[in-house]
T-cell receptor, first 111, second 115 residues
């Protein structure tokens, strides 16, 4: 079946550090892949997406590349800020358009 | 700005007392979703509407119902809330369904507390 696996959190970094949050998936067919961010007490905001292999999604300094050969969609940012502290969800869409979410990774950035 | 709006942001209800959460959207999207999210967990899909066509997830309890009177509005009714229904409820919309590229846009959520 379809599934998404994210690295366990929390991830704690100092400001300006490099961020990687790992996401791997299992899917039949060719899913689209997404990263969402959830700030405390808020809904999910779309951060970036990629719809086919080798696509790179990017937004607000975050990037992720759809790697079909390794079934991965790792989230990266070169220099994190305190304001990036949030929970990050990786997700894929199935052929019927429904989302399969990962369990979420909490990021804490310290000043 | 086009958006998904949820009201209220916080809702307190009593055990067993019916409660309704509302969602509206200015995106003119065909599809509206309701998710339940418990603390430190991923959102769990309860059901969705494609236009007026209602689609229930197999494991959604009968206690949860939904109404969509028009394109813009969708309601979540919890007929007899239990303590286990305390959660964040998220509404999302999409312009497509049944399509692998469908992107969902979420509202800010309503946090439900059951006393």
């Amino acid at each position: 079946g379809n599934s998404v696996t994210q690295m366990e959190g929390p991830v704690t970094l100092s400001e300006e550090a490099f961020l990687t949050i790992n996401c791997t998936y299992t899917a039949t067919g060719y899913p689209s892949l997404f990263w969402y961010v959830q700030y405390p007490g808020e809904g999910l905001q779309l951060l970036l997406k990629a719809t086919k292999a080798d696509d790179k999604g990017s937004n607000k300094g975050f990037e992720a590349t759809y790697r079909k050969e390794t079934t991965s969609f790792h989230l990266e940012k070169g220099s994190v800020q305190v304001s990036d502290s949030a929970v990050y969800f990786c997700a894929l869409t199935t052929s019927d358009g429904k989302y399969i979410f990962g369990t979420g990774t909490r990021l804490k950035v310290l000043a | 700005d086009a958006m998904v709006i949820q009201n209220p942001r916080y809702q307190v209800t009593q055990f067993g007392k019916p409660v309704t959460l509302s969602c509206s959207q200015t995106l003119n999207h065909n599809v509206m979703y309701w998710y339940q999210q418990k603390s430190s967990q991923a959102p769990k899909l309860l059901f969705h509407y494609y236009d007026k066509d209602f689609n229930n997830e197999a494991d959604t309890p009968d206690n949860f119902q939904s109404r969509r009177p028009n394109t813009s509005f969708c309601f979540l009714d919890i007929r007899s809330p239990g303590l286990g229904d305390a959660a964040m409820y998220l509404c999302a919309t999409s312009s497509q369904t049944g399509v692998v590229r469908a992107t969902q846009y979420f509202g800010p959520g309503t946090r439900l507390l059951v006393l």
